[in-house]
């Protein structure tokens, strides 16, 4: 079956750039997603890229593709106190089954360091 | 506002009773779905829901049961049946053809 590998800790001090790694196994996904998950809350749409791409830029936020290798990063520039939360990627596997079920990671936690 | 209500936020259960979780939603989403989170396991599928009155097995269906007789509504039910129910459940919906999930604000279930 689909299997999303994250590491599970990254602790960085304020101020720094962080990386969030993840790697897939479905190279036919179309979207690859990165969630956000604050302590005792529901996760929140961070951003996606399409396949197709491989490089978005939003504000702060930086994902990089590399297809041929099935990893996606996450870099958070200037990380900051309120950034401290799980990250899960996920990716749409194309299993084929007409649904638009999401694999999840099972999410890195990011302890920024004041 | 538009969004997911999930109710009670937190519930306690003696051995052996079923309870229900509810959830909400406003957005108008054909799809719902339900997952359990534990410490270290990520977000595991339960059930999900692509459209009214009818509903699929996740990757960890057994001592669950679900309904969907209203596009708002997908009530969660964890039956005496589940072996190890404390967790952290969260439902979400989505458009039907978009992989961007809307959650709740999650409900967490300690069984005594």
């Known amino acids: 079956g689909e299997d999303v590998e994250q590491s599970l800790f990254l602790s960085v001090r304020e101020g720094d750039s962080s990386v969030i790694n993840c790697t897939y196994t479905?190279?036919?996904?179309?979207?690859l997603y990165w969630y956000k998950q604050e302590p005792g809350a529901g996760l929140q749409l961070l951003t996606y890229i399409f396949s197709n791409m491989d490089m978005k830029q939003d504000q702060r936020l930086t994902v990089l593709l590399n297809k041929k290798d099935k990893h996606l990063s996450l870099r958070i520039a200037d990380t900051q106190t309120g950034d401290s939360a799980i990250y899960f990627c996920?990716?749409?596997?194309?299993?084929?089954?007409?649904?638009?079920?999401?694999?999840f990671g099972k999410g890195t936690k990011l302890s920024v360091i004041p | 506002d538009g969004g997911i209500t999930q109710s009670p936020k937190y519930l306690f259960r003696k051995e052996g009773q079923n309870v229900t979780l509810s959830c909400e939603q406003n957005?108008?989403?054909?799809?719902m779905y339900w997952y359990r989170q534990d410490p270290g396991q990520g977000l595991r599928l339960i059930y999900y829901?692509?459209?009214?009155?009818?509903?699929q097995k996740g990757d960890i269906a057994e001592g669950y049961s679900v309904s969907r007789e209203k596009k708002e509504s997908f009530p969660l039910t964890v039956t005496s049946a589940q072996k190890n129910p404390t967790a952290f459940y969260l439902c979400a919906s989505s458009h039907s053809n978009t992989g961007e999930l809307f959650f709740g604000e999650g409900s967490r279930l300690t069984v005594l």
């Open positions: 829901s692509q459209i009214v009155n009818d509903f």
């Open positions: 479905d190279s036919s996904s179309t979207y």
């Open positions: 957005l108008n989403h054909d799809a």
């Open positions: 996920a990716e749409i596997p194309n299993s084929g089954a007409g649904s638009y079920q999401l694999t």
